[in-house]
């Protein structure tokens, strides 16, 4: 149980398109799904918090306008890389938390992250 | 302010050796959960273990032990007759259930290569 997936794996984009990255919670439902960047040999950076029917909320320094989130459904969550740049090279990861899990609702399972190369 | 440190950054080993991962953590709070999470160099964030705050006893999974000590703030992994397949970076992180944003903070993660 408790499996999150993530499309694509991998994307190569030009310079100036948008990239979408979904995020899908297998067999639960996850009202709290999580969106992160690696950077390679660096830990996780949170870059915002997705909720089930509304607004997702951006971590300092992350702009909203750029990175698109939305959280449809109870198992679906999507990030948009707008007007991508290569500085937005990188390998992105969601995670999402179990609802229903009760004791352990706070632990959070994590997708096999998606690596975006913008040329 | 909520913070992990795992000041391993590397540690390589051989084969069938034990080693230990340290984690020490800083919280305000009394009610917290932490974690452990492995990452192969496929990418994938694999979940190991969850600790609350008031259960302090150890576990043990196989090879791997955990070791939580509220006395010293440290949550430490122990990987008893080590193989290649352990080689990964592993991650130490808190959730801070009294704090506003409910989100897990990282460590900086430990690379730990199993020599054959």
């Known amino acids: 149980g408790a499996v999150v997936s993530q499309h694509p794996s991998w994307v190569i984009c030009k310079s100036g398109t948008s990239v979408k990255i979904e995020c899908r919670s297998l067999?639960?439902?996850?009202?709290?799904m999580f969106w992160y960047r690696q950077f390679p040999k660096q830990s996780l950076m949170l870059m915002a918090t997705?909720?089930?029917?509304?607004?997702?909320?951006?971590e300092q320094g992350v702009e909203k306008d750029k990175f698109l989130i939305n959280h449809a459904s109870l198992t679906l969550s999507t990030l948009t890389v707008t007007s991508a740049h290569p500085e937005d090279s990188s390998f992105y990861i969601c995670?999402?938390?179990?609802?229903?899990?009760?004791?352990?609702?706070?632990?959070?399972?994590f997708g096999p992250g998606t690596r975006l190369l913008v040329l | 302010a909520q913070k992990v440190t795992q000041a391993q950054t590397e540690i390589s080993v051989v084969e069938k050796e034990d080693v230990t991962l340290d984690c020490v953590y800083e919280t305000r709070d009394t009610t917290y959960y932490l974690f452990w999470y492995k990452q192969p160099p496929s990418g994938e964030l694999v979940f190991l273990i969850r600790?609350?705050?008031?259960?302090?006893q150890n576990e043990i999974s196989g090879r791997y032990s955990w070791n939580f000590q509220k006395s010293t703030s440290s949550f430490n992994f122990t990987i008893t007759a080590s193989q290649v397949v352990d080689s990964a970076v592993y991650f130490c992180a808190l959730n801070d259930l009294g704090g506003a944003t409910n989100k897990l903070i990282f460590g900086t993660g430990t690379l730990l290569a199993v020599q054959p």
């Open positions: 997705s909720n089930e029917g509304s607004k997702a909320t951006y």
């Open positions: 995670s999402a938390r179990d609802a229903g899990a009760g004791y352990d609702q706070e632990t959070q399972y």
């Open positions: 600790r609350n705050s008031f259960d302090e």
């Open positions: 067999d639960f439902q996850a009202t709290t």
